[in-house]
């Protein structure tokens, strides 16, 4: 293959890729194109740059595309039933009434950054909004608090779970390609995450909820609130339900660290029941009967719930498949290894550098899930170039990379504005603003924590 103006094979390599990811991030932020074709485009036009066979091009395509979707579609399936009978049930509703009584009229934003972290563990950042916003504006009607002093904490326990906590897509996607520890990540998500929304959530809410004050849309507001009251599961079953994917998961990390050869029966089937398929598969058997049969829901109804939870997912997994595709190019045509060996050779800290690349990506591009994947690829050789690097805080800080800065060329941002009722300054002022706390406090956190383990 050719080089540019006599520079080095590597370096024409890296300017390749700078054309093709200009053209990925052009196409999306600024004509508005489909992220799906885009990264298809975009990883045929790098792996022809780059210099490979067409045909080499195509089967990288299709299995970069196949072999990440291979865990990650059925994580976002049936993640997303958990979140459906979670919503019908009613038991999002019990968690935050339950808490708030709990915790009382002056303490009540800190129960909600509670609910949203908890409601945020098997549901998608959108599905969990939707979830809370009966929540936010009934809580908020009930305690006579501002808007946001109550949605800004929901918004960041959502956020930070939906970039940092597995079993959410985005730190999957990172712990699949980076190929880490799945209980240690859940560990240090943990450690890091409820720090970091608590920064972003009550303590940034109850600033900014002082000095911006908004009302929910008239409509909205008058649609809740005449909601139909139904008799809601118990606090404790349906916290045991949401959780219950994450207790396994934990089980099997812990079975598997006290025994790492398997020796034992206990240990196979422990580590059998803690992969994130099967925790899942099991949660979502285990609701359809504690909050779906329990609650006095037909087979039908259970039927139609679980399956028209699933279409909204359809553009999310086509985007997650896209970014594996740009991905597997990146490596087959060499462009992963000259990548890696510029980092390597600028001492760049790989875990500033997950979050920079995340980041820039986030903010071009309007989406995480785009940020993340991409960032995955970027990111994947140049740690494996990386000996002594710990891999779980790596996959967070691209988690927290892709969370930075969402303003108008992001879908979140629009869902928030009209939800809240505010102008673009206003969400600017305050959604991006938690955005971005979230995102460099979390990186702050993770640095920290990088000094001990």
Request: some cysteine; hydrophobic content about 55%; charged content about 10%.
């Amino acid at each position: 293959m050719s080089t540019i103006f006599g520079l080095s094979h590597n370096a024409t390599l890296l300017i390749r890729t700078l054309i093709a990811i200009i053209f990925l991030i052009l196409l999306i932020s600024k004509y508005k194109w489909n992220p799906f074709i885009t990264l298809l485009l975009s990883a045929l036009m790098l792996g022809l740059l780059a210099g490979m066979k067409p045909a080499d091009v195509i089967s990288s395509i299709t299995g970069g595309l196949g072999g990440t979707l291979g865990t990650i579609a059925i994580v976002i399936g049936l993640g997303t039933m958990l979140g459906k009978m979670m919503a019908e049930s009613g038991g999002a509703e019990q968690i935050a009434t339950t808490l708030v009584d709990r915790f009382g009229v002056k303490r009540v934003h800190w129960a909600m950054m509670i609910v949203g972290f908890i409601v945020g563990i098997p549901v998608f950042f959108e599905v969990g909004v939707i979830l809370m916003i009966p929540i936010i504006f009934t809580v908020a009607r009930k305690t006579n608090m501002s808007l946001l002093q109550i949605g800004i904490p929901i918004l960041a326990g959502l956020s930070t779970v939906h970039g940092l906590v597995p079993p959410h897509p985005a730190p999957m996607i990172a712990i699949e390609a980076f190929n880490a520890d799945l209980g240690k990540t859940i560990l240090y998500s943990l450690i890091i995450g409820i720090p970091t929304a608590i920064i972003a959530g009550p303590v940034f809410g109850k600033f900014i909820g002082k000095r911006i004050h908004t009302e929910p849309p008239a409509e909205l507001a008058e649609q809740f609130s005449s909601k139909k009251n139904i008799h809601l599961p118990g606090f404790g079953i349906t916290l045991f339900t949401i959780l219950l994917p994450v207790i396994l998961m934990l089980i099997g990390s812990i079975a598997n660290i006290v025994d790492p050869d398997a020796t034992s029966g206990f240990t196979v089937f422990s580590e059998f029941i803690g992969n994130e398929i099967i925790a899942l598969l099991i949660s979502v058997v285990f609701a359809l009967f504690s909050l779906g049969f329990a609650r006095g829901f037909t087979k039908h109804e259970l039927s139609r719930f679980t399956s028209e939870c699933l279409a909204p997912t359809a553009t999310i997994i086509l985007i997650i498949g896209g970014g594996g595709a740009f991905k597997q190019v990146l490596i087959n045509s060499g462009v992963g290894n000259a990548i890696a060996e510029f980092a390597t050779n600028a001492h760049i800290n790989v875990i500033l550098f997950a979050w920079l690349v995340a980041a820039l990506i986030r903010v071009a591009t309007g989406s995480a899930t785009v940020a993340m994947t991409t960032a995955a690829g970027i990111v994947a050789p140049v740690l494996a170039l990386t000996p002594g690097a710990n891999i779980e805080l790596v996959v967070l800080a691209t988690g927290a990379g892709s969370l930075v800065l969402s303003h108008v060329n992001d879908a979140g941002f629009w869902m928030i504005k009209e939800f809240f009722n505010m102008s673009v300054s206003q969400t600017l002022k305050t959604w991006t603003v938690m955005e971005t706390l979230l995102s460099v406090v979390g990186l702050i956190f993770i640095l920290l924590l990088s000094t001990v383990v």
